[in-house]
C-alpha cells in the first residue's frame, strides 16, 4: 500500500508570494491533518480535514488555508509568504472520522523557503 | 489548554546504553499518548501508542508507560543501537479533537 505522497518535496518562494501543497493520502484513508514544523515552534497543528469538511484549525493567521476533494486529497496554500513561513509542512491521513483513536501516518513534508 | 513538556535534547549515548526520554503532559479528560521518530529528512512514523491508564506501548525495544498519577509517558529503551539515532516526540491526542499536540522533540546520538 502506497504511503502519504506530498508535493512538492522542496520549494523556494520569496516574500509576497503564495504556494499551494499538496497531499495525498493512503488509500481509504479519509481524514489529512496538516502541520507545520520549525525549529523555533517545533510541531504545530495547521487544520484537519474528514469528508471535504474542516473540522479542526489551528491557531495561524488567515493566510493559510486548505481545503480537501472528493478523493480525499488535501492541499494547502499560504498567500503572501512571510519569511517566518518557512518550514517543513507535514500532511498525515488516517482511516476515519476526527476523535477517533487511528493511528496517523505521516508523509515525508515539503521543504519550504521563503527568500 | 493541553500540553506536551519533553526533556530538551540533545541526548548523546554509547551503543548498547540504557535510553530513558522524559516526557509530561496536561491535558484535560484521558489523552491518548504516542511517540513519534523522525529520521533525518524523513517525516514521522509512530513508535509506539498507550490510549488509556496504565497501559504500556512498545516497539522495538522501546517502551512508555502511561501514569496518570504522574501525567508522564517516559520513554524507554534497554540497550540503544546507532540506527536508533533519530529526533523522538512525544504526543497527545484528547477529547473529541483528532490532532496532536507535540512536545519539542529530543534528539538522540547513538555512537558506536
Known amino acids: 500500500k502506497a504511503g502519504v505522497t506530498q508535493t512538492p518535496r522542496y520549494l523556494i518562494k520569496t516574500r509576497g508570494q503564495q504556494v499551494t501543497l499538496s497531499c495525498s493520502p493512503i488509500?481509504?484513508?479519509?481524514?489529512v491533518s496538516w502541520y507545520q514544523q520549525t525549529p523555533g515552534q517545533g510541531l504545530q497543528f495547521l487544520f484537519e480535514?474528514?469528508?471535504?469538511?474542516?473540522?479542526n484549525k489551528g491557531n495561524f493567521p488567515g493566510r493559510f488555508s486548505g481545503r480537501q476533494f472528493s478523493n480525499s486529497r488535501s492541499e494547502m496554500n499560504v498567500s503572501t509568504l512571510e519569511l517566518g513561513d518557512s518550514a517543513l509542512y507535514l500532511c498525515?491521513?488516517?482511516?476515519?472520522?476526527?476523535?477517533?483513536?487511528?493511528?496517523?501516518?505521516f508523509g515525508p513534508g515539503t521543504r519550504l523557503t521563503v527568500l | 489548554g493541553n500540553s506536551v513538556t519533553q526533556m530538551e535534547g540533545p541526548v548523546t549515548l554509547s551503543e548498547e546504553a540504557f535510553l530513558t526520554i522524559n516526557c509530561t503532559y496536561t491535558a484535560t479528560g484521558y489523552p491518548s499518548l504516542f511517540w513519534y521518530v523522525q529520521y533525518p529528512g524523513e517525516g514521522l512514523q509512530l513508535l509506539l501508542k498507550a490510549t488509556k491508564a496504565d497501559d504500556k506501548g512498545s516497539n522495538k525495544g522501546f517502551e512508555a508507560t502511561y501514569r496518570k498519577e504522574t501525567t508522564s509517558f517516559h520513554l524507554e529503551k534497554g540497550s540503544v543501537q546507532v540506527s536508533d539515532s533519530a529526533v523522538y516526540f512525544c504526543a497527545l491526542r484528547g477529547g473529541s479533537q483528532g490532532n496532536l499536540i507535540f512536545g519539542k522533540g529530543t534528539k538522540l546520538s547513538v555512537k558506536p
Open positions: 488509500s481509504g484513508h479519509r481524514s
Open positions: 480535514y474528514f469528508s471535504e469538511t474542516q473540522r
Open positions: 498525515a491521513s488516517y482511516p476515519r472520522a476526527a476523535g477517533s483513536y487511528n493511528e496517523q501516518f
